[in-house]
């Protein structure tokens, strides 16, 4: 199995990337038939973004050398070749955010844990809220407002009090982010197929940011998201450290 070998540019990523090149065979990114990933949880949707944008469907083994490494195995140096041949494919759809500006410009960005808007100033958000192209809330007060997929439901999304959705649950969590007004709706959970759009409303008076995973763009007057089904990306997990049993037992977290 040809792997090719991606390292945050931390120092403990570089490190250990030095030592796996010395113990095992690479190729190049473009020649893999694997990825192994060194970092944290950034580092890792930095990666699949890589491999969305290359249109690629490589799947993608982490180990975790950054601080909370959710979506990563555990480091270890020894055994890779046992590991990979065990790992368990976890296969993820990302969202496709449609964003247009308060100037008119249009980008289409992807993400795989959500897709946020924020407030960027002082004065809370007016946003209007359609699913499937029907108004469900005509003047959403907040601080913010995101779309979570199951994969992404704890992490921004758990913070924000909204649901844990399990892996292949085919559900999106679309979660308020200190709503004022309807001060008591608390989001809800939609089927994967849904689309959502999000309208700001006030845009001059009241800016909006759209954040899809790492990538801000300012100033958006409307989003639009939904489940990208074209571009799934898979993920390898440890058979004892499996992403839907980590999603299963952060529920019981206290």
């Known amino acids: ?69 959710f979506l990563m195995n555990d480091w270890h140096l020894a055994g890779l070749d046992e590991r990979l041949a065990r790992a368990k494919p976890f296969r993820v759809s990302p969202l496709e955010a449609t964003i247009e500006t308060v100037n008119g410009d249009r980008r289409v960005l992807a993400a795989i844990n959500e897709v946020s808007m924020l407030r960027e100033t002082r004065q809370t958000a007016k946003l209007e809220v359609t699913v499937n192209d029907r108004v469900v809330l005509p003047e959403l007060v907040c601080d913010g407002i995101l779309v979570a997929t199951p994969a992404g439901s704890t992490a921004y999304n758990l913070s924000a009090h909204g649901p844990i959705l399990p892996l292949g649950s085919n559900l999106l969590a679309l979660t308020p982010i200190s709503p004022f007004r309807p001060r008591r709706w608390r989001g809800a959970i939609l089927p994967e197929k849904a689309r959502i759009g999000l309208r700001v409303l006030e845009a001059d008076k009241r800016p909006v940011s759209a954040v899809a995973d790492q990538r801000e763009i300012r100033d958006v007057a409307r989003v639009d998201i939904a489940i990208d089904r074209m571009r799934a990306l898979t993920l390898l997990f440890d058979p004892e450290h499996a992403l839907d049993e980590r999603i299963t037992m952060e529920q019981f977290i206290a």
């Open 1 to 69: 199995m040809r792997r090719a070998l991606l390292a945050s540019p931390t120092a403990p990523a570089q490190a250990a990337e030095r030592d796996l090149r010395d113990a095992y065979p690479w190729v190049p990114l473009d020649e893999a038939e694997q990825v192994v990933a060194l970092g944290g949880d950034g580092f890792m949707l930095q990666t699949l973004h890589t491999m969305i944008e290359a249109r690629s469907s490589v799947p993608v083994f982490g180990m975790n050398l950054g601080t909370i490494g």
